[in-house]
């Protein structure tokens, strides 16, 4: 669990990240980046774009993995949990076929 939390907790801060290197482009557009064209602006744009979306996709597919990861492990334990009681069950049936309680009277 402490994987998928880690994971969630990566992209949660990339978003952020994200937004941050955004706002800055912005203010410079704003502030008087008059050294700066308005194409290379969109370039910088876009190269965050691409770099966020990389790290975007990473970050879920370990997600993905780790979510998987403990699919896997929940369900063996439940297949653990499901033969111990099949296991109870034969154990019942024998004590109930072996030892009877003795009816009163007979």
């Known amino acids: 669990m402490d994987h998928i939390e880690q994971a969630l907790s ?7 990240h994200y937004g941050k290197e955004i706002r800055t482009i912005s203010e410079e557009v704003l502030n008087g980046g008059w ?6 602006f969109q370039g910088k744009v876009a190269d965050i774009q691409d770099r966020i979306h990389r790290e975007a996709v990473e970050r879920y597919d370990q997600l993905v993995g780790a ?8 369900l063996r334990r439940i ?9 109870a069950a034969v154990l ?13 009277g007979s």
């Open 10 to 16: 990566g992209l949660r801060e990339l978003i952020d």
């Open 35 to 40: 050294d700066t064209s308005p194409e290379q």
């Open 67 to 74: 979510g998987t990861d403990l699919e896997r492990e929940y």
């Open 79 to 87: 297949d653990r949990i499901k033969e111990v009681l099949g296991r």
């Open 92 to 104: 019942r049936d024998v004590i109930n076929t072996t030892v009877r309680p003795v009816m009163a």
